[in-house]
Structures are given as C-alpha cells and as structure tokens.
C-alpha cells in the first residue's frame, strides 16, 4: 500500500487534438480532485492551455520553456519539489495526487523514467498510471501516421476513445489500432470529455493481465497477426510494435529475472517501451511487481498478496522493432541457465 509519503502522479497524454484540455478541465471540477497539483506542459514559445485548464490550486505551473519529455526533463525535478516545498511552507494547500498534461507530441516515456531514475522523486512520489486519449474520429489515422501517437497508445495504461458522441467518429476501427498496440491496457469511450474520476483514481499499478486471458474484441478490417500485436494498417510506418506476454507457473530466482532485465534493456532500452510483471520469486513470499519504462525500472516492490485468484507470474512487454519470439526466447534463455541455482540473496525488499 501506498505511504503518505509517496505522492501518487497521473500523466494525461494524448495526440494534438485528441482532447486531453476538455478531459482535464471536466475531471478538475469534480469535487473528489480538489486537492489535486496540476503540472501543464506544453510545446513552443507562447503557452496558452494552461489558460484553459482549471484548478483548485492558486496558479498553474507552467513550464514554457521546453518539452517537459524531453529536452527539459530536469524542469519536472525542479517543478515537483518546488511544489512540496511551497506546501512546506504554506504558500499553497496541501495537495494529495498530481496530474501532468503533457503536450500532443510528447512520448510520456521520460516523465516515467525521470519519477523513477530520480532518488529524490521517487521517495516523495510514485506513478500511478498513464492516461492516453485517442481521437475517436481521426485516431487511426494519428496511429497509422505518427510515431508519437503510436508511443502514447503503447505505454497507456488506460486508453480513452473520446468524442464517441461525434456522428462520423469510428470508435470500432480506432478501438482496433490501439489493441494492436497495446492489448493490455483497458479502452473506455468518453463523450463530450466526461468521464467519473474514479476511473482515474482506481488505477492500479499491480494490474498485469497476460494477453491470454483478454477478450478476443479485435473484430476488425486491419490486418493484425496474433499475440503479437503486430500493428499494420497498410501504411509503410517507421517502426513495428510488437508485445509480448509471458506466463509461467513455477517461480524464478530473482537473479535470473534481473539478468534478463539488464540485458534486454541494455541491448534494446529505447526500443523497450515497457516491461511489466507480478513474478513469483524463490524465496520471496509474496509476488513481486516489476515495472520498468525503456531503460529505467522502479524499484521493485513485494506485494502481501496476489491481486486476485490469478497466480500464475505474468511479464508483459510492449516493445518497437523487436520481434516477439526474439523477446520469448530472450527470456527462456536467462531463465532456463539458472535453474538449479541457489536464489539470489539481493532480491526486492
């Protein structure tokens, strides 16, 4: 569970247009979000959205001098500890969630891996989940054409279709591409920018679901081959995003799963969107929940229980120009050297 300490952060991304400001501005006037820091990221020189967007806070923070993702990351240090501070202090109230609105063309990537590289960061605050809004009438069209559409979509950990009320919006085509992306992460239709915050607020970081157990909703005209997630629209893209779930019932020594780690991250790490897991441990009496965002991981946590009645380990990876049977075999290899090894004594605490 949770500290009070450890601040929970919610990133909203989305593709230009996707309707990320209008899902802002309506969740902020629920009252269950009064006590939520809002960060406002945007891109070029003159900064307008965090006029539009609405917060129980006395002022925005804005950061106008950058991408917050990428060429600026050290501003989202700075902002977030300037915030404690400034509740330290009592110049602001105290607040108990933060949400980071990042710019349409941003890959919300670097915010994860800055919350969890950072030392300072990661004793205060925690990722909860990445938000990713998808345009309900031009989405496939984003997906197909933009690799930072695609980018958002495969590291979302919930995926909103919004302007499904609109009479030329294809929610069934734009549900399609975003499956083939990421078949992990749940997809809701939102009308108008609504949406009931406990959504958002229910979002947990131990939900691993091994693409086995997902219900077959890929009734579509795209070509999609298999568990993969292979993601071709009949478009010549940059990259290829593949994913990967692994599922296995006897456990792993904790060694071996961090060898496998290191080096899939050091051979691939920018092409290594995300790895996420629940891994029965040797040794370890609980699972242990893994999460690492290209070349960065959180620090591995044991949980008290299994989430639910599933306690097969599952590691899911979203990865760009990687097959998958590369992946597979990857990890078969590193697993499949260690066993009959004693388990590893620097295991998660």
């Not at 925690?126 to 938000?131: E, M, N």
């Not at 919006?169 to 997809?187: M, Q």
Request: proline share 6%; charged share 25%; net charge negative.
């Amino acid at each position: 569970m949770m500290t009070e300490e450890h601040i929970p952060v919610i990133v909203v991304s989305g593709f230009l247009g996707s309707g990320k400001t209008t899902l802002l501005n309506n969740l902020l006037r629920d009252p269950r979000l009064s006590d939520t820091a809002v960060i406002v990221n945007e891109f070029g020189e003159i900064g307008l959205d965090h006029l539009l967007v609405e917060s129980a806070l006395d002022e925005m923070i804005l950061m106008d001098n950058g991408c917050l993702c990428c060429s600026v990351r050290g501003d989202l240090v700075d902002t977030l500890t300037d915030l404690l501070s400034r509740v330290e202090k009592g110049e602001i109230p105290k607040f108990q969630q933060v949400m980071i609105e990042t710019t349409g063309l941003a890959d919300p990537g670097p915010i994860a891996q800055t919350l969890a590289s950072n030392a300072d960061l990661a004793r205060r605050f925690t990722l909860k989940g990445i938000v990713v809004t998808v345009d309900g009438v031009n989405g496939v069209q984003s997906i197909d054409s933009f690799d930072e559409a695609r980018t958002q979509a495969a590291l979302a950990d919930l995926v909103l279709l919004t302007k499904a009320d609109r009479p030329e919006a294809d929610i069934a085509g734009v549900r399609a591409a975003v499956r083939a992306i990421n078949p992990g992460a749940p997809v809701k239709t939102i009308e108008e920018g609504g949406l009931d915050p406990e959504v958002i607020l229910a979002l947990d970081p131990t939900d691993v679901t091994p693409l086995a157990d997902l219900p077959d909703d890929h009734d579509h005209d795209h070509d999609h081959s298999g568990e993969s997630g292979r993601h071709r629209h009949g478009h010549d893209h940059d990259s290829v995003f593949q994913t990967a779930s692994i599922v296995f019932d006897a456990p792993i020594a904790w060694r071996d799963l961090a060898r496998w780690a290191e080096w899939i991250t050091a051979m691939r790490g920018p092409d290594i969107l995300r790895i996420k897991g629940l891994v029965e441990v040797e040794g370890i009496p609980g699972p242990v929940l893994i999460h690492g965002v290209q070349h960065v991981f959180y620090p591995s946590k044991i949980l008290e229980d299994w989430p639910d009645s599933d306690h097969r380990s599952r590691v899911t990876v979203i990865a760009r120009d990687v097959p998958e049977r590369a992946i597979r075999a990857s990890f078969d290899l590193f697993r499949s050297q260690g066993r009959g090894r004693p388990p590893c004594a620097h295991a998660p605490r």
